[in-house]
């Protein structure tokens, strides 16, 4: 990963190798538009830090089915505290946990404990196509590939997380046979009507955009037909007509817009031609499943609840929620 070019060449022969040839067409541009450093005064900083990583010594055991994205080997301390203090320049940690040549990363979110919810009702990743969109720095994406899949793409337009992955994907190395990439991109980057993907992961992303309907439409469409979706998002109780639009921030995040009870995001799918749309998940967010830790030291989740009362958001909205709702495109 010397060069910028070395990093994105793995990505380029993966989607040649997948016969997403539209999608290559387009991919050079992305890239320059996605992480040129006049639009992020910190990214070469970030791409210095992982170019610094020291060469890991083999033989490294790597675990990517395990609670902890695990990639255990013989560093001496001086390595370890170069890690540690490379990874820290990549700091905040939204998603996690990692553990990378002895180095354990306590990110805010345990994501792992949502992996464990919705893990047994999906449809087998042995052999799939999946698509993780808004996957931060690729956590769920890293355990997808651990669950069998063939091909994994995170897309999410943070640069930051674009370095965060690469950063793993350095102690990662070739352990998952080159099956795990990222595009930092949003939803709108990916070609219309792809229609390629066997698994759509959409997590943590409905919330954010002001058109829920077009996003569902925009997910539905990069399914192959009879492809499954797997929509994880904000919601409230309420029965089919409810649906929260809060005022300018809800728990103190900005672009927050539709927040529907989930019988009434059951009925949005279905209107979006999804079928056999389920709910197979849904409750209140905990304190320890969000949290500030060493590894992100600012407000966190309890820092935007009511102080007099945690069922409330600090704006007086009912406290976060989430609700896990698999569907298919129709065959």
Request: aromatic letters at 10%; one cysteine or more; hydrophobic letters at 40%.
């Given at each position: 990963?010397?060069?910028?070019h ?6 380029y022969?993966?989607?040649l190798?997948?016969?997403l ?7 050079p ?13 910190d990214?070469?900083a970030?791409?210095?830090a ?8 083999e ?14 080997c ?7 505290r ?16 990692y ?17 464990q919810r919705?893990?047994p ?12 969109v808004?996957g ?8 997808m ?17 674009f370095w ?9 190395g070739?352990?998952d ?8 991109v949003?939803?709108?980057a990916?070609p219309?009507n ?7 992961f959409?997590m ?17 469409a ?6 499954e ?26 672009n ?27 409750a209140?967010?905990r ?6 830790t ?7 989740l ?11 958001t600090?704006?007086g ?15």
């Amino acid at each position: 990963m010397s060069t910028r070019h070395d990093v994105h060449r793995p990505l380029y022969q993966a989607l040649l190798d997948q016969r997403l040839d539209r999608w290559l067409a387009r991919l050079p541009e992305q890239l320059d538009q996605a992480l040129d450093p006049k639009r992020y005064g910190d990214l070469p900083a970030w791409e210095k830090a992982v170019a610094k990583l020291p060469a890991l010594p083999e033989p490294r055991h790597v675990a990517l089915d395990a609670d902890s994205v695990t990639v255990d080997c013989e560093l001496d301390a001086s390595r370890q505290r170069q890690c540690e203090n490379l990874l820290r320049a990549l700091a905040p940690w939204r998603k996690g946990p990692y553990r990378l040549g002895g180095v354990s990363i306590d990110s805010e979110w345990r994501s792992d404990w949502k992996w464990q919810r919705l893990a047994p009702h999906l449809a087998p990743l042995r052999g799939r196509r999946v698509l993780d969109v808004g996957g931060g720095n690729g956590y769920h994406a890293w355990r997808m590939t651990g669950a069998g899949a063939a091909f994994t793409l995170v897309i999410d337009p943070s640069p930051r997380f674009f370095w965060q992955f690469q950063a793993v994907r350095h102690f990662i190395g070739e352990a998952d046979q080159g099956r795990t990439h990222f595009l930092p991109v949003g939803i709108e980057a990916v070609p219309e009507n792809l229609a390629a993907f066997d698994t759509v992961f959409s997590m943590g992303v409905l919330y954010h955009r002001p058109s829920p309907l077009e996003h569902l439409l925009q997910l539905k469409a990069a399914l192959r037909p009879g492809g499954e979706l797997v929509l994880e998002t904000l919601v409230v109780r309420g029965d089919a007509t409810t649906v929260l639009l809060p005022g300018e921030r809800y728990a103190a995040m900005p672009n927050v817009y539709f927040l529907p009870s989930s019988a009434a995001l059951t009925g949005w799918l279905e209107r979006c031609g999804f079928e056999n749309v389920r709910v197979v998940d849904e409750a209140d967010t905990r304190l320890d499943e969000q949290r500030a830790t060493d590894w992100m030291t600012f407000q966190s989740l309890a820092d935007f609840l009511d102080p007099r009362d945690p069922s409330l958001t600090r704006e007086g909205y009912p406290a976060p929620r989430r609700a896990v709702i698999i569907a298919n495109r129709p065959g």
